[in-house]
């Protein structure tokens, strides 16, 4: 029998989801506050400030990204300015082995659309381990949203388990917090209708909507 939640687990899989993309960065702040506590030799005290510093903005990034992506932000029927979605999203990986080729118009999406494309751009960015490009590019018609989604790397590769979650199939076993947030990208495209479609090639993920 294939997984089913309700809306309760749904919820507290995500919420379990933030938490578990911010234990990360909020220990090596606590570590780095901690070394500044004790430490005396000034180049020890430099580093530490450093690496308070680059945490509490990757925190602070993921907070920004996650609040929109996988929250509520945002009254019933807003539009997301595309523009400042392609920066939550640079901001997100800012610092990691991903990067990020944002190639949009500045327009304004309807929040659900936005959200998706979001989603997709993190799906990307989770199918390159050892690093790549996401490159992003949408459509110009704002009132008819479409995106293509492209991981390339050295090692791209989606798990079956999230190709099926994003094609509305179900899979066996328990949802950890891990994998929830495929079930979020595929809800997404439902509610927005967008025809999301997944392919994997040769060194690339593709994921297109719309």
Not at 9 to 27: I, K, N, Q, T, Y
Not at 43 to 67: G, H, N, P, T, Y
Not at 108 to 133: E, I, V
Not at 200 to 210: H, K, L, M, Q, R
């Amino acid at each position: 029998m294939g997984v089913k939640m309700n809306e309760i687990e749904f919820s507290a899989l995500m919420v379990s989801r933030v938490c578990h993309d911010l234990v990360g960065p909020m220990g090596a702040v606590i570590n780095g506050l901690e070394v500044l506590e004790d430490e005396r030799d000034p180049a020890m005290r430099e580093d530490a400030i450093k690496l308070v510093s680059s945490s509490a903005a990757q925190a602070l990034a993921r907070i920004q990204f996650m609040r929109i992506a996988f929250g509520a932000a945002g009254s019933a029927g807003a539009e997301l300015d595309l523009g400042e979605t392609g920066r939550l999203i640079a901001g997100l990986l800012e610092g990691g082995k991903v990067k990020l080729d944002w190639q949009a118009p500045h327009v304004y999406w309807a929040k659900d659309w936005a959200k998706l494309l979001m989603n997709a751009a993190l799906l990307g960015a989770d199918s390159l381990p050892r690093g790549g490009t996401v490159t992003v590019t949408t459509g110009e018609d704002a009132k008819a949203p479409s995106f293509k989604v492209v991981a390339a790397g050295p090692v791209a590769r989606l798990s079956e388990d999230v190709a099926q979650i994003l094609k509305g199939e179900q899979v066996q076993g328990p949802v950890d917090a891990r994998a929830i947030q495929p079930h979020l990208t595929y809800r997404l495209s439902r509610t927005v209708n967008a025809g999301l479609a997944v392919t994997a090639g040769e060194g690339s993920i593709v994921i297109t909507a719309g």
